[in-house]
């Protein structure tokens, strides 16, 4: 077996994020909606627009934000916003969509997800007036913001329609972590994760050394909640999987030699990356005959800055992001966070959903535990 230490950055943990959020006022630790949690911040400006759209649907209501939003492009005196932790290659397209669409132009600020709540903290803190409109990260980051109370209380049209939703963000595309096998090496694929984490594939699995959040879903959300059993028992499934098995550090990195065949199944490869494989010929499936359930999904979230001036169009971005964007998001094989859009999670899937705010509460519980687990896991890749 070969072994190496593994760290990777913390949700929560760098200490420039931490005192900034103690500089806002919000509890790095404490529940989002509890009682000791950061009250989302207040933007009348939004308020007013809400109030302005308020039971309007459809064309209807689009055609108000854009009357609204054009408005606001005409005296603001300066560009619209977005902060995202999305690639350029793919945040670009759809901003120039944006605009072709709707004639706003889209100033982009992308860096990596604790840059830009460090930014975003920083800014709002110091009334900056050119700061972040609209917020678009990580789920888990963009929980930081909501618990700092810098992200503006929203209702968006097709709230129904998308895969997670909270007071003040909403999804707008979704990591999803599967069960993926190479078909060349395993001819039964498991029904269960029961199966898949069992002794028949034993020699075959790899897992990927920093899916503490996969991991800790599985244990809580599954083994214990749908199953019955004790966290000291769902832990040890995991940790008897992880015997023998090959460690990977990084997702296109496991898919890779899975495709090669370098090991024959995996538990958390990500949908996007995977369909990507089958999409250049790869012997990879997921869902043939059927896919390992539930799938575990974590969201990917977009959200209004509380200190916007310009809410109309912040409120138009993000309902075009949910809704429009989709389509263009499925493009860049990443998975849409709208059911009804082409590659979506076809509804018939069962899900669970990471619970984002223990990921923030217990990451150094769950990273220690999943690092201990996987410790005896031959590294691949190095």
């Known amino acids: 077996m070969k072994h ?11 200490a420039v994020v931490m005192l900034a959020l103690a500089g806002c006022g919000g509890s790095p630790t404490a529940q989002s909606g509890g009682q000791n949690a950061a009250k989302p911040g207040r933007s009348e400006g939004l308020e007013k627009v809400l109030a302005q ?9 689009r055609a108000k934000l854009v009357e609204l939003a054009k408005a606001e492009d005409k005296t ?23 605009e072709k669409k709707y004639g706003i132009k889209q100033e982009l600020y992308r860096a990596t997800g604790t840059t830009v709540v460090q930014r975003v903290l920083q800014e709002t803190r110091a009334r900056f007036q050119n700061g972040a409109d609209v917020v678009s990260m990580n789920g888990t980051e963009i929980e930081m913001l ?24 909403v999804s707008n595309y979704l990591n999803v972590f599967i069960g993926g096998w190479n078909t060349e090496q395993v001819t039964d694929p498991p029904k269960t994760w029961e199966e898949l984490l069992g002794s028949r594939f034993k020699g ?12 800790a879903t599985l244990v809580q959300e599954y083994f214990v909640k749908q199953k019955g059993m004790t966290e000291q028992a769902a832990v040890d499934v995991i940790r008897q999987a992880a015997k023998g098995a090959y460690g990977v550090d990084g997702h296109t990195v496991q898919n890779e030699l899975l495709a090669s065949g370098e090991f024959g199944i995996a538990p958390s490869l990500y949908l996007h990356n995977t369909l990507q494989r089958i999409d250049e010929g790869a012997p990879i499936a997921w869902d043939k005959p059927a896919p390992v359930q539930p799938l575990i999904v974590r969201a990917n979230g977009i959200g209004i800055n509380v200190a916007t001036d310009r809410p109309a169009t912040a409120l138009l971005f ?3 992001m949910v809704e429009d964007a989709q389509a263009q998001i499925a493009s860049f094989h990443r998975t849409p966070a709208n059911r009804n859009a082409p590659g979506g999670i076809p509804t018939q899937y069962k899900i669970i959903n990471v619970d984002l705010d223990d990921l923030l509460d217990n990451e150094k519980k769950w990273k220690a535990l999943y690092e201990d687990v996987t410790r005896d896991a031959t590294i691949k890749g190095d």
Request: glycine share 8%.
């Open 53 to 61: 759209v308020k039971g309007l649907t459809g064309a209807e209501r």
């Open 146 to 169: 909501d618990r700092a109370g810098v992200l503006a209380p929203i209702e968006v049209g097709v709230a129904k329609d998308l895969a997670f939703v909270q007071p003040t963000w």
């Open 318 to 320: 993000v309902e075009y």
């Open 76 to 98: 603001s005196g300066r560009p619209f916003n977005q902060y995202t932790t999305m690639n350029l290659d793919n945040s670009r397209p759809i901003a120039a969509a944006f």
């Open 204 to 215: 075959k699995l790899s897992l990927e050394v920093g899916d503490f959040d996969w991991f």
């Open 4 to 14: 190496r230490s593994r760290s990777r950055v913390g949700l929560a943990t760098a």
